[in-house]
């Protein structure tokens, strides 16, 4: 079965880290999210992209970044870790970009940043 | 105001009861409109989408959309323990280059067996 999967699931880090949380689907999906989960705000969009080499800027992407080099994954990178990117992170596929096009996510990585 | 306001709840119900669950919105341009389930611990699952206005049933979940008054619903009937869980409603434009998905910030519901 296709899927979507998400590693480390939980990571300890201190400030000034850099972190990587990976991203793998098996969809051949060409449209990939990365969103955080907060108590309070619910899911906010990080970066997204709809194809190789393509990235975007979501609406928190202050102190991330990511990059496409195959279809199959989208990796997340904290360039210098913040206590305020203590989150849960969650990877998400689709596969168009219209309508109902459903969300596929992954099971999501618990950052700690401290 | 946020585009798509959400009562994060908590929501406490006694098995079997009837569950109401709702979001509005402030931008017309939104069209299609989906509700996601998240257990605890995991990634949302979409659960049911309708476009624009109407109903929509699923076995014991009913979606309802009145974009009259920026108002969707999702009722769950005989609710099981098994529902427990956050649920999102997401909504989204008609698509192409100015795609726009958002979502809520989620209801937590308990069902007390």
């Known amino acids: 079965d296709a899927e979507i999967t998400q590693s480390p699931r939980h990571k300890i880090t201190e400030t000034g880290r850099q972190v990587t949380l990976a991203c793998h689907q098996t969809w051949n999906h060409n449209n990939m999210f990365w969103y955080r989960q907060d108590l309070g705000h619910g899911l906010r969009l990080i970066h997204y992209?709809?194809?190789?080499?393509?990235?975007n800027k979501g609406e928190v992407s202050d102190g991330y970044s990511v990059s496409r080099s195959n279809t199959e994954d989208l990796p997340l990178t904290l360039e210098s870790a913040a206590s305020s990117q203590t989150s849960v992170y969650f990877c998400a596929s689709s596969e168009r970009l219209a309508g109902t096009g459903e969300l596929f996510f992954g099971e999501g990585s618990r950052l700690t940043v401290l | 105001q946020k585009e798509v306001e959400q009562d994060p709840g908590p929501l406490s119900v006694p098995e079997g009861a009837i569950v109401s669950l709702n979001c509005t919105y402030s931008n017309s341009a939104f069209q299609y409109f989906m509700w996601y389930r998240q257990y605890s611990r995991k990634g949302p699952e979409l659960l049911m989408y309708?476009?624009?206005?109407g109903n929509k049933e699923d076995g014991r979940f009913t979606a309802q959309v009145d974009k009259s008054s920026k108002y969707i619903s999702l009722f769950i009937r005989d609710s099981q323990p098994s529902d427990s869980a956050t649920y999102l409603c997401a909504m989204s434009n008609s698509g192409g280059s100015n795609y726009k998905l958002t979502f809520g910030k989620g209801t937590l519901l308990t069902v007390n067996p």
């Open positions: 309708t476009y624009s206005s």
């Open positions: 992209s709809y194809g190789v080499h393509d990235t």
